[in-house]
């Protein structure tokens, strides 16, 4: 069995910084990179996507090929949640 998605709530009024892509008008064929702010107020759900996250070439060089060697050089360990995050993840994570 596999978690494709982790649902946390927001504990505080937050702001997120997300990266998105907006269509330039007129062209369907192009779009320009953008970064987006949007508030989240306390008690907001929010879903992380697991596998976006882990198949991000943003994190992840080649993300698609199995590299578990990728795992004993520094990489960026906000980007691999597989255990889930928080209080209740995986009681086997370390």
């Known amino acids: 069995m596999q978690a494709i998605g982790l649902i946390?709530?927001?504990?505080?009024?937050a702001t997120l910084t997300v990266h998105a892509s907006v269509q330039e008008s007129g062209n369907t064929n192009?779009?320009?990179p953008q970064r987006k702010t949007i508030f989240t107020p306390?008690?907001?759900a929010l879903n992380i996507n697991i596998a976006g996250?882990?198949?991000?070439p943003r994190?992840?060089?080649d993300p698609y090929e199995?590299?578990?060697?990728r795992f004993l050089e520094d990489y960026n360990k906000d980007?691999?949640?597989?255990?889930?995050?928080?209080?209740?993840?995986?009681?086997?994570?370390?």
């Open 66 to 69: 199995f590299k578990p060697d």
């Open 53 to 56: 996250l882990h198949y991000n």
């Open 42 to 44: 306390k008690g907001s």
């Open 79 to 94: 980007a691999f949640v597989a255990f889930a995050l928080g209080a209740r993840a995986c009681l086997g994570r370390r």
């Open 30 to 32: 192009s779009a320009i």
């Open 8 to 13: 946390k709530h927001a504990t505080r009024d």
């Open 59 to 61: 994190y992840w060089d």
